[in-house]
């Protein structure tokens, strides 16, 4: 049997949602409402009262923003844990490489996990395909990631971050995630919770 069969309980995983992806380093970000839809999910998944984990990315390159020893490293303000919620710290890819992150998963019973954050090219892909790899139902909201512009080396080419945006989501999609938005998401949630609270009420 797997995760997603074994337990019911969903969760939401924001990934590497900090301060130095603020930064010009980056280049030309996508998704302007990044921030706001950040803001709102949260208020909405705390008001639920579903687990909300926190992953931040710790770099061995001293010359980036998010290296552990700079200010960049830590997360945005309008992204902070809670002091009841959890965090862990990574220095690869994976929101589950080095990180007790599974276990703690397994222990609370998790079976959906919602991911949202930075970069939906880079971390959260990844983190989206090892989750659904261990056995997770894995939902990626596409207005609460983002990512940048890239360089291709062999067409000596700009590619927009929305078009790098658009292409990661959709080969995630299906085979991988359901790709929905933080509204959407957020009502299925809400509507699920109401029919568990009638159920047990009713029971």
Not at 75 to 103: D, I, Y
Not at 168 to 194: G, I, P, Y
Request: charged share 20%.
């Amino acid at each position: 049997m797997t995760i997603a069969q074994t337990f019911s309980r969903q969760a939401v995983l924001a990934i590497d949602i900090q301060k130095g992806f603020a930064e010009p380093f980056w280049g030309k970000r996508n998704n302007p409402e990044f921030e706001s839809n950040i803001t709102w999910l949260f208020t909405q998944v705390r008001a639920l009262g579903l687990p909300l984990l926190h992953v931040k990315h710790a770099s061995s390159n001293p010359h980036s923003p998010l290296h552990a020893e700079k200010q960049g490293h830590d997360f945005a303000n309008f992204a902070r844990p809670l002091a009841s919620e959890l965090s862990f710290n990574k220095s690869v890819h994976s929101a589950f490489g080095g990180t007790p992150l599974l276990g703690e998963l397994i222990r609370q019973r998790i079976s959906h996990l919602c991911i949202v954050g930075l970069c939906t090219d880079h971390c959260v892909s990844t983190s989206v395909r090892e989750a659904s790899d261990w056995g997770f139902h894995v939902t990626v909201l596409e207005d609460a990631t983002a990512t940048f512009d890239r360089n291709c080396s062999l067409s000596k080419r700009k590619i927009t971050a929305e078009e790098v945006h658009h292409v990661h989501l959709a080969s995630l999609s299906d085979e991988f995630a359901c790709v929905s938005d933080t509204k959407d998401w957020v009502q299925l949630a809400q509507r699920q919770m109401a029919q568990s609270a009638e159920g047990a009420s009713g029971a």
